[in-house]
């Protein structure tokens, strides 16, 4: 018989992460953590913003990405983004 697993899985549990460093995102901060950081959430993965607060609209970078949270920070939109954008008025 093998044996059982209750709780939190002990080890490395190396899931494919929603975001990779590098990436640029539109975000609403919805929350703030403890530490004072804003909270973003891209395809429900949560990702920290320094130096935003509850209600700011960004756009982000993803700087680093660990198993259940990412880290982010605030970036201009590149310039594709911005000639798609004028293309769609």
């Known amino acids: ?9 002990f080890g490395k549990i190396d ?20 530490k004072g950081d804003g909270i973003a ?17 960004v756009h982000i970078r993803i ?3 660990r198993n259940r949270f990412a880290i982010g920070e605030k970036a201009e939109p590149s ?3 911005e000639v798609r954008e004028e293309i769609e008025e």
Not at 16 to 34: A, H, R
Not at 41 to 57: A, L, Y
């Open 63 to 65: 700087k680093e990405v």
């Open 1 to 9: 018989m093998k044996g059982r697993s209750f709780g939190r899985r």
């Open 15 to 34: 899931l494919p992460k929603p975001v990779k460093v590098g990436e640029e995102y539109d975000v609403e901060i919805n929350e703030v953590g403890s």
């Open 41 to 57: 959430r891209v395809k429900n993965f949560v990702v920290f913003v320094n130096g935003t607060k509850k209600g700011d609209k």
């Open 79 to 81: 310039e594709v983004e």
